[in-house]
C-alpha cells in the first residue's frame, strides 16, 4: 500500500510544483542561515561564513535536483517538458500549426476508416449462424481476359443447385445495382440485390 501511494505521489509530482520550489527553497534558506551563524560564532568572517557553510551545505542546485528526482519521475516531467515545448512552438506559428492538425486529422480520419472497414471484413466474423461453414462459388471464364469470376447464368445455377451433393444448400444473389425507393414523395437511391428465397 505504501509503495502505492508513493507512486501516486510521483505521478502527481509535476503539480503543484512552484509550491514545493518555494517550500524547499524557504527551507534551503533556513538551513543555509544556521550553517552561517555557527560560523559567525566560529569567528569567522561574514563572507568566509557563508561560502564555508554553502561548501558544507554541498550546493543548493544539487540538493534541489535530487528532491525533483525523489518527488516525481523523470521521464513524467520530460515528457510534460517537451509538450509545453511543442504547444509554445506550434502558438508560435499558427499556419504551420493549422497545416499540422489538418493533416493529423485527416491521417487519424483515415485509419480509423481503413480499421473500420478491415474489422468488418477480416476479424469479426459474418453475422450468420456458422460463418466458418459459408462459401462462395464462382463460375470462371477463361476466354475473357480480366474476368476471373462471371456471373453465373440461372440455368448454370439450378443445375448446381440439383445436382449438389457436398453444400447443405446453395442460394444465388445478383451483383449490387443501384435502386430507387419513393415513398410519400421522397426518394432515396441505395444499392440491392436479387436473391433465391432460400439466401436468408
Known amino acids: 500500500m505504501r509503495r502505492l501511494r508513493s507512486i501516486l505521489a510521483r505521478l502527481a509530482g509535476p503539480f503543484g510544483r512552484a ?3 518555494r517550500e524547499w527553497t ?4 533556513s538551513h543555509l542561515e544556521m550553517h552561517i551563524a555557527d560560523n559567525l560564532r566560529a569567528g569567522m568572517s561574514a563572507e568566509e561564513a557563508r561560502r564555508r557553510a554553502l561548501i558544507q551545505f554541498g550546493g543548493i542546485d544539487v540538493v ?14 520530460t515528457i510534460l517538458r517537451d509538450i509545453r ?8 506559428t499558427p499556419g504551420f500549426t493549422a497545416t499540422t492538425l489538418l493533416s493529423l486529422a485527416f491521417g487519424l480520419g483515415a485509419s480509423l476508416a481503413i480499421f473500420t472497414v478491415a474489422d468488418n471484413l477480416l476479424v469479426r466474423p459474418l453475422p450468420y449462424r456458422d460463418a466458418s461453414r459459408l462459401v462462395m462459388v464462382w463460375e470462371a471464364n ?13 440455368t448454370n445455377y439450378l443445375d448446381w443447385s440439383s445436382q449438389n451433393d457436398v453444400l447443405e444448400d446453395v442460394a444465388a444473389a445478383s451483383p449490387v445495382r ?4 419513393v415513398e410519400n414523395g421522397h426518394a432515396e437511391e441505395f444499392g440491392a440485390q436479387g436473391v433465391t428465397a432460400n439466401f436468408l
Request: glycine content about 6%.
Open 142 to 154: 477463361r476466354e475473357v481476359r480480366g474476368a476471373e469470376h462471371n456471373v453465373v447464368s440461372p
Open 64 to 77: 534541489k535536483e535530487s528532491l525533483r528526482e525523489q518527488a516525481s519521475f523523470a521521464w513524467l516531467d
Open 19 to 21: 509550491r514545493r520550489e
Open 178 to 181: 443501384s435502386a430507387v425507393l
Open 26 to 29: 524557504a527551507e534551503f534558506e
Open 85 to 92: 515545448y511543442a504547444l509554445r512552438g506550434l502558438g508560435r
